[in-house]
């Protein structure tokens, strides 16, 4: 199936740059290494050990804002379905190996989840190697 993860949404991008203003260096886009899968998440604490994916409301089928297109609905609602379960997926392989992953939704408020990033990439600093 193609890849359909948007990136650089206006949601991506508020929350980097509210990572980036409370001091915190990551990385994008990257392929991680020993994944079965093609996980690529939207930010990349490669040190820490953390993930962070900001899912869009319409493509990961969010509790409060989930649509389905009415032409061709059959097809949207597998479609979407299928990338339920690829998140699924993903999240669980990423925690398998020893990852964080945290996932927040686009209507979520962006400096509330980059205080959560925040706690979270510190407090896996303080853990032993
Ligand atoms: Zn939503």
Request: glycine share 4%; hydrophobic share 40%; aromatic share 8%.
């Amino acid at each position: 199936m193609a890849e359909t993860r948007q990136r650089d949404t206006p949601a991506e991008l508020a929350l980097r740059s509210r990572l980036h203003r409370l001091g915190l260096r990551y990385r994008l886009n990257v392929r991680l290494k020993g994944l079965a899968s093609r996980a690529r998440p939207d930010v990349v604490f490669p040190s820490e050990k953390v993930v962070v994916y900001v899912d869009g409301c319409f493509w990961h089928s969010c509790p409060e804002h989930a649509t389905v297109p009415k032409s061709n609905a059959e097809w949207w609602i597998d479609k979407l379905k299928a990338n339920r379960r690829r998140d699924s997926r993903h999240t669980a392989e990423l925690k398998a190996c020893g990852w964080e992953v945290l996932r927040f939704w686009e209507h979520e408020d962006p400096a509330v989840a980059a205080l959560i990033v925040q706690q979270t990439v510190l407090s896996r600093r303080r853990l032993p190697d």
